[in-house]
Nanobody, 116 residues
């Protein structure tokens, strides 16, 4: 089992920044990929970015150049630095981890609201 605790969401004006954090505990030795999805009202959950245990990253086209994902393996924590936020970034952001056998664990979600 893996438990995830997220923090860092909130309300920000367009053009502002937020940093999300997600710390894993439990069977952390089994974690491979860590990342973030988001879900806006009435829309499907979509991948924002992920990072592998080796440091390879992937980001959605909609956030490239604005969001940066990073990972501190010593702290079992993944970060999402979000800059130049837009109203369309408003969503619930979910942290997830994928284990070495392909099983996913999810955080409880944190609300990000960007006002225009």
């Amino acid at each position: 089992q893996v438990q995830l605790v997220e923090s860092g969401g909130g309300l920000v004006q367009a053009g502002g920044s937020l940093r999300l954090s997600c710390t894993a505990s439990g069977s952390i030795s089994r974690i491979n990929t860590m990342g973030w999805y988001r879900q806006a009202p009435g829309k499907q959950r979509e991948l924002v970015a992920h990072i592998t245990s080796g440091g390879s990253t992937h980001s959605a086209d909609s956030v490239k150049g604005r969001f940066t994902i990073s990972r501190d393996n010593a702290k079992n924590t993944v970060y999402l630095q979000m800059n130049s936020l837009k109203p369309e970034d408003t969503a619930v952001y979910y942290c997830y981890v994928r284990t070495i056998i392909g099983y996913d664990y999810w955080g409880q979600g944190t609300q990000v609201t960007v006002s225009s």
